[in-house]
């Protein structure tokens, strides 16, 4: 059997050398072995390096290095020195650095780089740092799939990147040695897209609140000097949390619009936008998740009205008279309310990574844009119910009511959408964004499939 | 290192060929590059063609197309015809149609079979046009894996799925060439497994909606005169809701039920079931989430029944004295609509693909089958109790509440599925699903193992 | 064209056979075929075996034996005993045992052991048993990824570990043969994870429960007379949900925090926990999940007490004076408890498998331990808030009122965090977690990477 088992498969027995019998080492010889290459491990002390994966050896540190052209260093950059020692053995081969630190900056240069530096001789490549020894065991999942690695030799990257692949991880090219710093403070970065939204939220719902204290228990008490201010707890946090809510979610949706006005002067869509607005545009799912969180808090915050203490001691003020005008407001009021916050956690749902995942490119545009506007205009119009008639009047101090700053972003958003959305605008705008330029010089061949 | 390096992976170094260097060229010769292939690009311009992935290099068409067996076509349908130039160098090739059309029915005929036309001696296959540059960029995701390949040579088509296995895809045999113009529709559709249940779903709304403002606003307006059209945007809306969302419920579950009786009476589960029954199964998911997003309109409607205007300027009717079975029925009638809401939503989050994939089928079938009927059972039961004894009384106009037509199906589904329920009904169901058949002839070998 | 090919990819067309062409057999040969191999069927009869996938060929059951070193077994176990024949031509020969059983302990010795006894000469290994023929016609997606396999041979588990992996899955190596009884039982396993926390949620509403109605309703009847069973429904209802959400909360914290310490005693990371924490670590998630479904009960059950008609009958009991004091109160109440929801709910998004992929181990430990303790606070609060000042008053027959029980648990956890918050003791945990031991003897490369 053993012959045609060698025979079927022999030309891809691989042989790859480990560093480091650690968890990371052990769980990376395994996945190797499964994989189909033979593996090597590397070790002070061959016969004591506790328990390996079934068919790998191990040697010392210098007859591994030698029987492979390619490295797996498993260990922590606080041994890189014994390495030194190794130089000529290493000479010319692909040391792939899977290390880790515990802290950024801990070091001024990338481990990667300093491994270079020890040996010069050999062809550093940063690679599966990414990846934690769990996900090497259990082979790739959906979301760790990617391995990011970079270096200075472009045939040594090749090289790592096929058995990668192999092992069923997607390689990502991330350029020269020098990308090293970034890719190993990957695993220590806590939530950097959100940071911004996070702010963002942070400082509206700061300055709102302010304001709204200052306009409702702060003027009450010293106008007519009563006390209200345990409003604060409910009452003026839910008018803290729609307020924030709308304005985030037309900050969602406001770089989409500056976009195409943009292509629409520039007459392209391959002319790259500017910075600010990139960065803008990265984080529009977190703008609105977090635009979704303070919707959940409104809307749990108003059902529980009829049960608070305050409003069941004071009960609901009766005008002598019933009115159907009011009553059809505030059934509307509330009807747009319920059915733009639905709309707005479909859009949240439909933001859950496996869901996008399995809706087409053009079904996922449909619904973040075009069920988003409606979401939008339902919030937006939920708002103008609520102001009704006592728009222009209620100052305090000359203070508007809160509400009304809220209605300034989406009123703008609105406006500025309705204009792209004129036929003639609309019509030069997808032909920009299907690839047509005002002064079109390119040959097919190098204008992008729409795909 | 060289010799060493090339040795040990010659033997996998395959090379292929790309024509186009857009988007998509550029990400697929990228992928392919990292998958152990070697690229070679043909360009009109092979000097000046742009930025190409590290490791390829570019030539004229006529080159490139020579060197490899297998060229891929990443460039648009317009531009097919300088193509007829290359038929002798194409002889015999593999040519991979990855493109796409910008709507559908463009062209009379598929762009893989005009291909095919323009080169008939070049074996064509459609293939890798569901993926966008980014998934090819970013390496398979769960859902983007499948890679959709038709063509008429089979050898052909097995070359284009080993590619595809390589590069982490799965691929998928659609049969011959004819099914190209499907596959160039799929990147264009938008929900098509959605369309049926949400046809269902605004028809029976706007029935429903129809019917309860004849019966509560017109009738009160004619025999009463009395107008309360302000109740449309709430009170109907909170009837209209739990109404479709029943009927829908009970329309996810019905199809499972008569399949099971067709099955009984045919005594097999090997024969295919009516046309019209495989495309209703097909959507129950669809169904049962349009379903769920009107149980939770319902619920919100229902939770602010007490701050509205309305109801709080009329209060409540009191009766002169409290009655203990009412008191009962009506908080069995809310906690029955909780927990039936409460299991509805169970189902829908287990019906979310990352919660579903992580399920074994038995667990699934449980979950989205018994808690199913369970869910069924609870909403059917808090519809009964609202109805409780004012049922056959309060009709106007000869129409009976609204109410009382919800609850026709599910009671239908629910007497059904007792009689499936019967132990011996029951036992020779599980049979005949394990696979028994009424007139067994075959041998084991053919018989579908369980899994 | 044929050889240009042939040749580029010769060395990898292995030859694999397949026994039985149901549903499993044909995808599985389906997807070898697309994944380079030649795959050959064995079957009874050759010529009239039904279809089979485009590029396989039928052959006798000896031919087909004899053609290829590695055979799928895809038929039923009560089919093994003609294999027995087949010994001479399977001699030596790798058999992949897919099979699985209806029922559990349906048989005393596991399938492939079976097999194994059959055909001692045979390297039987059990694999590919968890899949569907869905899973493989469709390749793996994310869930179901993992195969796992068991067997003697070392040699033979790594050739169909080879395999498995170049269908794009993930082989996870489960040892002996002796563990093929375990794999067979893993599709016929209900929510194995998922069994305790459930009991435990079981037991805890079945005692409180009974208390509640002891202390709210036997009470009442017995000492003043008065029937308010009615307010089972809701009331008690309501009563029940939270204390059990809370104390199931603490419970998904507690094994944490019992870990540290034991960590801190031990002074390493490296020795296993007692096999009773590790189980009950094992199940922190279902445990909070199951929390978090009692926590949305309460949270509607609160909702709809003003629409309930035994409130609305008998209307609240207004004290003669507003006291701001219990304004504060009441609303800081629901707020924490609005808040604690809100935070809890998120905990439960990012346990979605796609979610929780898609965040970095540390970004998903700040969620899961920093929130998740807010969470817990919030919670126990908003508990103590609803105590207010009748904490050591109103016991009926000496029984304390319910939501004291479950403030016990919750307030042990957060004393026991606090302690391990001080510095000092925070600083000694985290160089342990680090890989850092009290009597460090291990030399680098020993140690696990922070990965």
Redesign the interface.
């Known amino acids: 059997?053993?012959n045609?088992?060698t025979d079927?498969?022999a030309?891809?027995q691989?042989?790859l050398c480990i560093?480091?019998?650690?968890?990371?080492?052990r769980s990376l010889g395994?996945?190797l072995?499964?994989?189909?290459y033979r593996v090597v491990y590397g070790?002070?002390?061959p016969h004591s390096?506790?328990p390996l994966p079934?068919?790998a050896q191990a040697m010392s540190h210098e007859a591994a290095a030698q029987s492979a052209?390619l490295v797996f260093l498993?260990?922590?950059r606080?041994?890189y020195d014994f390495l030194e020692t190794l130089a000529p053995q290493l000479q010319?081969?692909?040391l792939v650095d899977?290390?880790?630190?515990?802290k950024k900056n801990l070091y001024p240069e990338a481990n990667a780089e300093c491994l270079q530096r020890l040996i010069p001789g050999a062809?550093v490549v940063k690679a599966f740092?990414?990846?934690?020894?769990w996900a090497l065991?259990?082979?790739?999942?959906?979301?760790?799939?990617?391995v990011y690695l970079c270096g200075n030799g472009?045939?040594a990257k090749?090289?790592v990147?096929?058995v990668?692949?192999?092992?069923?991880?997607?390689?990502?090219?991330r350029g020269s040695l020098s990308a090293a710093k970034e890719l190993e403070d990957?695993?220590?970065?806590?939530?950097p897209e959100w940071r911004m939204p996070l702010y963002v939220a942070v400082g509206l719902t700061a300055f709102i609140f302010v304001y709204v204290v200052i306009r409702d228990v702060v003027y009450a008490y010293v106008e007519q000097g009563e006390?209200n201010?345990?409003?604060?707890?409910?009452s003026l946090?839910n008018k803290v949390f729609p307020i924030v809510s709308l304005i985030m979610l037309s900050l969602c949706y406001l770089p989409g619009v500056i976009a195409g006005f943009i292509q629409l002067y520039r007459g392209t869509k391959y002319r790259r936008f500017p910075d600010w607005l990139d960065r803008w545009m990265l984080c529009r799912k977190q703008l609105g998740l977090v635009a979704l969180?303070f919707a959940?808090?409104h809307?749990?915050?108003?059902?529980?009205?009829?049960?608070?203490?305050?409003v069941?001691?004071?009960g609901?003020n009766?005008?002598s008279v019933?009115d159907?005008t009011?009553?059809?407001r505030?059934?509307?009021y509330?009807?747009m309310g319920?059915?733009g916050?639905?709309l707005f956690?479909?859009l949240g749902i439909t933001s859950?990574?496996?869901?996008s995942?399995?809706?087409?490119?053009?079904?996922f545009s449909?619904i973040q844009s075009k069920l988003g506007y409606l979401t939008v205009f339902f919030c937006t119009f939920h708002t103008y119910l609520y102001g009704w008639d006592k728009f222009l009047r209620t100052y305090k101090w000359y203070m508007p009511p809160a509400y009304m700053l809220s209605l300034v972003l989406p009123s703008v958003l609105i406006v500025l959408k309705l204009l792209l959305l004129l036929p003639c605008v609309d019509r030069s705008l997808t032909r920009i964004r299907?690839g047509w330029e005002r002064t079109d010089t390119q040959?097919?061949?190098?204008?992008?499939?729409?795909?």
Chains 1, 2, 3 share one sequence.
């Not at 065991?137 to 990617?146: E, F, I, T, V």
């Not at 990957?186 to 939530?191: D, E, R, S, T």
């Not at 859950?352 to 869901?355: E, K």
């Not at 995942?357 to 079904?363: C, K, T």
């Open positions: 059997w053993a045609t088992k079927s498969t030309p891809e691989e042989l560093f480091g019998t650690g968890d990371l080492g395994q996945r072995l499964h994989s189909g070790s002070r002390r390096c506790g079934q068919g052209s498993c260990i922590h606080e041994h010319g081969k692909v899977v290390s880790n630190n515990l062809y740092n990414t990846l934690s020894a065991q259990n082979g790739p999942s959906d979301a760790n799939r990617q472009a045939e090749q090289a990147a096929e990668a692949t192999k092992l069923g991880f997607a390689a990502l090219d990957f695993p220590l970065q806590l939530f006390d201010s345990f409003r604060i707890m409910v946090a969180g959940f808090l809307m749990v915050y108003t059902l529980i009205i009829p049960i608070r203490y305050y069941i001691f004071w609901s009766r005008t019933f159907t009011t009553a059809w505030s059934d509307s509330y009807s319920i059915l916050f639905g956690l479909l859950l990574p496996s869901v995942n399995a809706l087409s490119w053009r079904e449909f299907q040959d097919g061949s190098e204008k992008p499939l729409l795909t």
